[in-house]
T-cell receptor, first 115, second 113 residues
Framework: NAGVMQNPRHLVRRRGQEARLRCSPM?????VYWYRQLPEEGLKFMVY????????ESGMPKERFSAEFPKEGPSILRIQQVVRGDSAAYFC?????????????FGQGTRLTVV | KNQVEQSPQSLIILEGKNCTLQ??????????LRWYKQDTGRGPVSLTI?????NTKSNGRYTATLDADTKQSSLHITASQLSDSASYIC????????????FGTGTQLKVEL
C-alpha cells in the first residue's frame, strides 16, 4: 500500500505562470488536506476536500488558488499567475475518515520555487 | 487564537544522550495532540497521538507526555541516534479532522558524534 504520493517533488515556475501540484491519497482514503510550509514556519492548513467536494477552504487565499479532488484521479492544487511569495513547500495529507482521532498521513511535499 | 509553541527552537546533543522537547498550546476545543518527525526535505511522519485522557504514550525510544490541565506536552527521546536528527513538530487537533490541526514551528534537533 503506497503512501501519499505527491508530484512533482520540485517545481520551478516564472512569475505569472501556472503551477499544478498533484496528490494521490493512500488507497482507501477519501479525505485530502493541503498545507503550505514557508521557510522557518509551521505548516498552515489550506483546504480540505473529499471526492468531488470542497469541505473547508478557509485557509486558501481567495484569489489565484484553487483545489479539486475529482471522482477519478489525484487531487490538484492549482496556483495561477504565481508570484515570488508563493514559493514554499506544499504538503498533501490524507486520512481514512474525518474523526478527530483519525491519523493524517503526509506526502513528501512539492517544493515550488518562483523565479 | 489557536496557537502551538515549541521549545527549544533548536537543540544539539551528542549521540547516546537523552533530550526532552516541550510544547505549549492554547487550542480550544481540544481533541488530541500529535508529535510528528520531519526529516529535511520530507513530509511529517507521525510518532504519537494522545487524547485528553492519556498522560503518557511511548513509541520505541520516543515517549510523549500530556498535561491537559496546563496544556503542555513533552517528547522525550532516549539514547539518541544520528538518525534522530530532524524537526519535531507538535500538532494539536481541535474537533474535526485534518482541517483542524494547528502546527507548531518545530524543534530542530541535531545529533552529533
Amino acid at each position: 500500500n503506497a503512501g501519499v504520493m505527491q508530484n512533482p517533488r520540485h517545481l520551478v515556475r516564472r512569475r505569472g505562470q501556472e503551477a499544478r501540484l498533484r496528490c494521490s491519497p493512500m488507497k482507501g482514503h477519501s479525505h485530502v488536506y493541503w498545507y503550505r510550509q514557508l521557510p522557518e514556519e509551521g505548516l498552515k492548513f489550506m483546504v480540505y476536500l473529499q471526492k468531488e467536494n470542497i469541505i473547508d477552504e478557509s485557509g486558501m487565499p481567495k484569489e489565484r488558488f484553487s483545489a479539486e479532488f475529482p471522482k477519478e484521479g489525484p487531487s490538484i492544487l492549482r496556483i495561477q499567475q504565481v508570484v515570488r511569495g508563493d514559493s514554499a513547500a506544499y504538503f498533501c495529507a490524507s486520512s481514512l475518515n474525518q474523526e478527530t482521532g483519525g491519523e493524517a498521513f503526509f506526502g513528501q511535499g512539492t517544493r515550488l520555487t518562483v523565479v | 487564537k489557536n496557537q502551538v509553541e515549541q521549545s527549544p527552537q533548536s537543540l544539539i546533543i551528542l549521540e547516546g544522550k537523552n533530550c526532552t522537547l516541550q510544547c505549549n498550546y492554547t487550542v480550544s476545543p481540544f481533541s488530541n495532540l500529535r508529535w510528528y518527525k520531519q526529516d529535511t526535505g520530507r513530509g511529517p511522519v507521525s510518532l504519537t497521538i494522545m487524547t485528553f485522557s492519556e498522560n503518557t504514550k511511548s513509541n520505541g525510544r520516543y515517549t510523549a507526555t500530556l498535561d491537559a490541565d496546563t496544556k503542555q506536552s513533552s517528547l522525550h527521546i532516549t539514547a539518541s541516534q544520528l538518525s534522530d536528527s530532524a524537526s519535531y513538530i507538535c500538532v494539536v487537533s481541535g474537533t474535526g479532522g485534518g482541517n483542524k490541526l494547528t502546527f507548531g514551528t518545530g524543534t530542530q534537533l541535531k545529533v552529533e558524534l
